[in-house]
């Protein structure tokens, strides 16, 4: 299935263009320093609703993103103890005080340990 459309931070849409390409993208905040400046809402929605039109009438198939095979994380945590209680998730393994590494063939698999443990 393809990605035709992110919307979210400045540098989330940079990382995106950089990726794909075609892959249409609308930033509606910026950090800034231990801010963040973001565009007024009726504006982010406006350019939200022309930036995902535009992507729905290009050439999908441009923006077809395919899955490596495998999956690593890691998880380096500011307190000990988020790591000791976040370690335990199933086939994750604490690889020192601070960080928790988790490795699968599943992308849904890696997506319930990063609601889990992020």
Known sequence: MPIVFVSGDQGLCNE???????IGTV???????NSTVSIHPELATAR?????????????SLCQVSLPAHFS??????????AY???FFPGAIQKDDVTVRFENDSYNE?????????
Do not use: C, S, W
Request: glycine share 10%; charged share 20%.
């Open 73 to 82: 994380v890691e998880i380096q945590y500011r307190l000990a103890y988020n």
């Open 110 to 118: 890696v997506m319930r340990f990063l609601l889990f443990a992020a």
């Open 16 to 22: 995106i263009a950089g990726f794909n390409p075609h």
């Open 48 to 60: 939200i609703r022309e930036g995902v039109t535009k992507a729905l009438q290009a050439d999908r």
């Open 27 to 33: 930033a509606v905040k910026e950090g800034v320093g």
């Open 85 to 87: 209680h976040f370690g």
